[in-house]
């Protein structure tokens, strides 16, 4: 049987001109052509693990950086944030590629403190749905914190964990701490 197919023509594109820069460049920090950034050698104050929607990406910065006074932190950004944690039994792989990282930032930056958030309309976690029907959300997600919080104290009792839920309420997002 013959498909016929149907040739679409594509609408042209226009892109955005470039947003324009908050600082302007010096001609110090260029070289042959190249912009030079500054390497920064701050110690991490934390281990921050989120989901990486880019509907949240801001909030998660200025949450991170002006509520909770963090101004150099080591972020872990993974679709579903600490979704891994809650489905070990289902997505093994996940669990240990996470856990990995956890135990190596943690070692690495000698840190004492990590902070998990996971948000509201994870998309991630409507896709979770393929693997195990039974998931509520965002209960889920709220459980999952925990879940992370009592396997990270198991494993480094000395680390402090805080867990936050990023609801959002109108076009605007709100941070909850869960204990």
């Known amino acids: 049987m013959k498909v ?3 040739r679409i023509s594509s609408p042209e594109i226009h892109h955005a001109p ?3 820069a908050v600082h ?3 001609p110090d920090m260029m070289v042959d052509g190249r912009v030079r950034y500054k390497l920064d050698q701050t110690e991490s104050q934390a281990l921050v693990i989120h989901c990486g929607d880019p509907r949240f990406q801001k909030a998660f910065r200025r949450f991170i950086v002006e509520e909770l006074g963090l101004a ?3 972020p872990l950004i993974i679709g579903g944030g600490v979704h ?3 489905m070990q039994a289902f997505l093994p792989k996940n669990f240990k590629v996470l856990w990995e990282q956890v135990k190596y930032h943690l070692k690495a930056g000698d840190l004492k ?3 998990i958030i996971n948000h509201e309309d994870c998309h991630w976690y409507e896709k979770m749905k393929d693997y195990r029907f039974d998931i ?3 209960l889920q997600g709220k459980m999952d914190l ?3 919080a009592m396997t990270i104290w198991q494993d480094f009792s000395g680390v402090s964990v805080r867990s936050f839920w990023a609801g959002i309420e109108g076009d605007h997002i709100t941070f909850t701490e869960i204990k």
Do not use: D, H, S
């Open 18 to 20: 470039p947003a324009k």
């Open 24 to 26: 302007e460049i010096e």
């Open 4 to 6: 016929k197919r149907e």
């Open 146 to 148: 925990k879940k992370a």
């Open 84 to 86: 891994a944690f809650g």
């Open 113 to 115: 403190q990590i902070i």
């Open 136 to 138: 509520q959300l965002p």
């Open 72 to 74: 150099n932190y080591t």
